[in-house]
């Protein structure tokens, strides 16, 4: 139990890969013949104590199962052949929040290992692009070996060894209209790694911490659910200083990381064709999360292309009840009306909310008319 007596179960989550079959098919298939469902995450700890065979589907993410993490599901047929990823739900929002519609061309700015690229080939389809740039060489190994198990070739061309603030005019890329940032951050609400492809795929050791200072495995919360979409204020803040607590990433690292982040947003405002941007990260820190989204919203490139953070009742994660905190915008120079409007267009999940660790999302956006004229 953790100190503030709040407690979750962690399930293993599970993405059923649309680009090779569908939900229905999958639960359908040898691999789930023995699961049933059950009506909560934590029911599946309550009932399946010897069998462990429960699902649990997520209710507001499409194509994504919770299963009971002890049960092995990556000796399964489904598993070995790119059927299925093991991806947390949480890391599952940005592509979700990003939203790119079918055919449409898409930049993941910091790619690898590629579950997120892997997310977005799923929701374009084969008449998509995207383009999926990784600074590191090694990394960006991994990340073709993923796009490959997961069939997404056709969808996906590598940009290896690239870092993403040199995309500049007269690169392919650079035509996008979707962009996802998922960059190197503290990790500090990662629960513990999920290196499904790595691990299959025969790799000698790879660094798939390497952008996260912090490399001890983190605490599993073992106990009880918090569930609940209503929990008093003051309990929900104290959670969170518990985690940040819990966390040793040093002030100094966290400002460079912080500057390093901004930077990779402010380019990436400079697209001009681009009219969603998401930014996310596995921190729990405000510094990395809501201070940036502070900072980039200051600045001249946001003020002169029209970028801003979506509304909550413009993207289709609106029902999810943890927002951003209000109190972590002050630096943003509007009234308090727009910072509740911003930490509402933002969200947080806890390490403690069972979809697999800590995380921050957000999209930034703007109007852009079919001239390519944002406004
Ligand atoms: N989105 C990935 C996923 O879901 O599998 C995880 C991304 S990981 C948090 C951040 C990645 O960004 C690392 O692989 C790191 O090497 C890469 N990276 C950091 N800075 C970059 C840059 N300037 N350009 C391109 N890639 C970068």
Redesign the pocket.
Known sequence: KTATGLTSFNPRWVRVNALQTTLEDSLSSPTFHAFQEVGSVSDMFFFDVVRKTYYRKAEILPNILAIHPSHDITSSELYKSGKIILQSAS?CLPAIMLDPPKGSMVV?????????TTHLAALVGSSGKIFA????RR?ADILEMMITKAGAEGIVTTLKA????TIMEGHPAWQASYILL????SGSGILQRVDWDISKLNLPSSDTTS?HPSKKKRKRDETLPNGSASQPEERETKQLEEEIQDDDTSRERLQSLSDFQVA?ILHAFLFPNARRITYSTCSVHAEENEHVVARVLNSEIAKERGWRVQSRDENPLSTWHRRGLVGELSDLKSSLEEQRRVADGCIRVHRTDSLGGGFFVTCFTRQVDDKGQFG
């Not at 993941?108 to 997120?116: L, S, V």
């Not at 690239?162 to 603030?165: N, Q, R």
């Open positions: 890391s993941d700015g910091c790619a690898a290992p590629g579950n997120k740039v990784e600074r590191d990394r690239t870092d993403f603030t998922d960059p190197s951050c952008s990779i």
